[in-house]
């Protein structure tokens, strides 16, 4: 049976899979895209909350953004928006990693990418505002809005830069974790995992036990 939580992103154009949604409380662009839609996919996706706020959850987790803040959601992340307030709106940016290598075994792949789109613990970065990231995001929006002679590469240059700056932020950080954060985290990944693979599944004592265990 399906997994509805795992959401397999259709591109409307597959020869440019970048997926740029509008949400608001009560709308969102494209329908059926936003709020209270608890799921997980294979890729990459960047929050910004351009009016009021939102909460965000990322593997049980709340994340509030406040306008001209973002949030990334690695790949793999269970993830939704949980709350808002009444005015608010925010833009999400999905995109598969691969358009982040330039070609398929590329040096940028290895070195740039893979190493934090597997990283166990990275699961999502919060991005505050006056950020090189935040202006992008923005740029990308505004490109949204109002179109662009040359849209693909005028977008791909700026996930580029985003990603740069990304990378940049994160190589500073120690993200070496005490005995009990990393067991805490194992034992998440492997409920979430179970979750992932059974959600259709019918419940049975046998899946709770299971479950309970992990």
Known sequence: MEN??????????????????????????????????????????????TKGYVSYQVNGIEYELKEKEALFINKGALHMSSDMSEDGEYVTLTFPEELLFFFKESRMKYKYVWPYTRMDFLRCYGIKEKNQIIKCLYDIYNIYLNGSDMFEYDVSILITMIWRQLVKSLSEIDFILNKKDVERQERVQVMLVYIHTHY????????TDTLVTC
Do not use: M, T
């Open 4 to 49: 509805k939580l795992h959401i397999i992103n259709g591109y409307s154009d597959e020869l440019f899979p970048i997926n740029i949604c509008v949400v608001r409380k009560y709308s969102d662009l494209p329908i059926g895209s936003g709020f209270k839609s608890l799921h997980w996919h294979e890729d990459l996706q960047f929050v910004l909350c």
């Open 200 to 207: 259709a599944d019918e419940l049975s004592l046998g899946l």
